[in-house]
């Protein structure tokens, strides 16, 4: 995972002229990487969020019912 960071700012340093104290953290470049899937698919925030929300409702759903 470590390449990809690495990778990232890379692009980053290429891509546009920016000044170093600009550039993005170690720690921002780590928690992008974690959108990305083991086989380099972006995971997309929405779904997660789908994901919870319908979580949430099949929870209340249960509640309710019994």
């Known amino acids: 995972m470590l390449w990809r960071v690495n990778a990232m700012a890379a692009l980053l340093l290429i891509s546009s002229p920016i000044d170093a104290e600009e550039?993005?953290?170690?720690?921002?470049?780590?928690?992008?990487?974690?959108?990305?899937?083991?086989?380099?698919q972006w995971i997309d925030p929405t779904t997660l969020e789908q994901a919870i929300q319908l979580h949430d409702a099949a929870a209340r759903e249960v509640e309710h019912n019994d």
């Open 23 to 40: 550039l993005p953290d170690a720690e921002l470049l780590e928690f992008l990487a974690d959108w990305e899937t083991e086989d380099g």
